[in-house]
């Protein structure tokens, strides 16, 4: 099953909250796991990212949280800013072919209140 | 550092026209891919290009197609336009084949394609 599943759908905080994204995933065949950001008219921007021989990478405020045997995986937004108010896609990669491509979620839209 | 540059920003074609959408990648990267972002969708994979050959394809009709030149630049194009190829068309790239490592794919701001 190439899909992954993202909740919620959008997503509201007050500012210094901790919003949190929440993905999962069937293939056992995924192997990396980035988070992208994606603000109106711009494409998609690499935030953070990481390999499920690791249970947790931090970088800045953002967190993610890997749990390999429930095939899920999360984002969390420490001391959230009106600024990071955007769209949020998680996605997993896979091999096949030959190379590598990557299948995203659905998307959170995300809006930091002030 | 230009990032990947992506031609036209906007575009609108009418039904049954052809398309044609560029690229050009972060200079030293070889690696092309191109993904298509319905309204409120996640993006899909259409196609990925490494040193000029064809590396991977999504699930997406033979009116896709695409190339890559020896500068490592690509071209989509779409024949036969449907309404449902309405999208923002995002191009990627990477350094290697792998698509992988620290940096991931770094995407353009992509094209906005309206088809009526």
């Known amino acids: 099953q190439q899909q992954v599943k993202q909740s919620p759908q959008s997503l509201i905080v007050q500012k210094g909250g901790i919003p949190i994204i929440n993905c999962a995933y069937e293939?056992?065949?995924?192997?990396?796991f980035p988070w992208y950001q994606q603000f109106p008219g711009k494409g998609p921007a690499l935030l953070i990212a990481?390999?499920?021989?690791?249970s947790e990478k931090k970088e800045g405020r953002f967190t993610i949280s890997f749990n390999k045997s429930a095939k899920q995986f999360s984002l969390h937004i420490m001391d959230s800013q009106p600024g990071d108010s955007a769209t949020y896609f998680c996605?997993?990669?896979?091999?096949?072919?030959?190379?590598?491509?990557?299948?995203f979620g659905t998307g959170t839209r995300l809006k930091v209140l002030a | 550092d230009a990032g990947v540059t992506q031609s036209p920003t906007h575009l609108i074609k009418t039904r049954g026209q052809h398309v044609t959408l560029r690229c050009s990648p972060i200079?030293?990267?070889?690696?092309v891919s191109w993904y298509q972002q319905v309204l409120g969708q996640g993006p899909q994979f259409i196609f990925q290009?490494?040193?000029?050959?064809?590396?991977g394809r999504g699930n997406f009709p033979d009116r896709f197609s695409a190339r890559q030149f020896p500068n490592y630049s690509s071209e989509l194009n779409v024949n036969a336009l449907l309404l449902g190829d309405s999208a923002l068309y995002l191009c990627?790239?990477?350094?290697?084949?792998?698509?992988?490592?620290?940096?991931?794919?770094?995407f353009g701001s992509g094209t906005r394609l309206t088809v009526v």
């Open positions: 996605a997993a990669s896979i091999l096949g072919s030959g190379t590598y491509k990557y299948i």
């Open positions: 293939n056992t065949a995924f192997d990396y």
């Open positions: 990481i390999r499920p021989d690791v």
């Open positions: 200079s030293g990267h070889k690696s």
């Open positions: 290009y490494y040193e000029k050959e064809e590396r």
């Open positions: 990627a790239s990477n350094p290697s084949v792998l698509g992988q490592g620290a940096y991931g794919y770094t």
